[in-house]
């Protein structure tokens, strides 16, 4: 009895999630205690990886998906529990800026203005912190 109430109210807040050919999806990474993911341990691990691009829908709830070589070794069909549909977002492109480098492969940092000074007092000592805005970065890069 107490069941079926409890189907009832997880049946109504459920949707079902279809996805078209060709649309672009998140992918649920498993969340395997003690696995090293993507080079970070546990609560660092990302939950999903991609956006990839659907290839097909296989069945009413399974779907292809165009996995880069990296994942080859990993089947490409998921069910839809394991997808989440990317939402396109222009923050989430970076702009490219050339550095120059030197023949040694090095490069060098030009600063343009102090942006803020203080003083770190310790027991003994006293530290000099700057922030300094550098020629090939923004305000938010200031270090």
Request: no cysteine; aromatic share 10%.
């Amino acid at each position: 009895m107490s069941a079926g109430r409890q189907k009832n109210y997880a049946d109504k807040r459920r949707k079902d999630l279809e996805f078209q050919q060709g649309d672009q999806v998140f992918l649920k990474v498993s969340p395997w205690k003690g696995i090293m993911r993507f080079g970070k341990k546990r609560k660092l691990s990302p939950r999903y990886i991609g956006p990839y691009e659907i290839l097909e829908r296989i069945g009413k709830v399974a779907y292809r998906l165009a996995l880069p070589p990296e994942l080859s070794r990993i089947h490409n069909v998921f069910h839809v529990s394991m997808l989440r549909k990317y939402i396109p977002d222009p923050s989430h492109v970076l702009s490219y800026q050339p550095v120059e480098l030197n023949e040694d492969l090095s490069y060098e940092e030009e600063p343009v203005e102090i942006l803020d000074k203080k003083e770190q007092v310790l027991r003994t000592k006293r530290i000099p912190l700057v922030k300094v805005l550098w020629k090939s970065h923004s305000t938010e890069e200031a270090t």
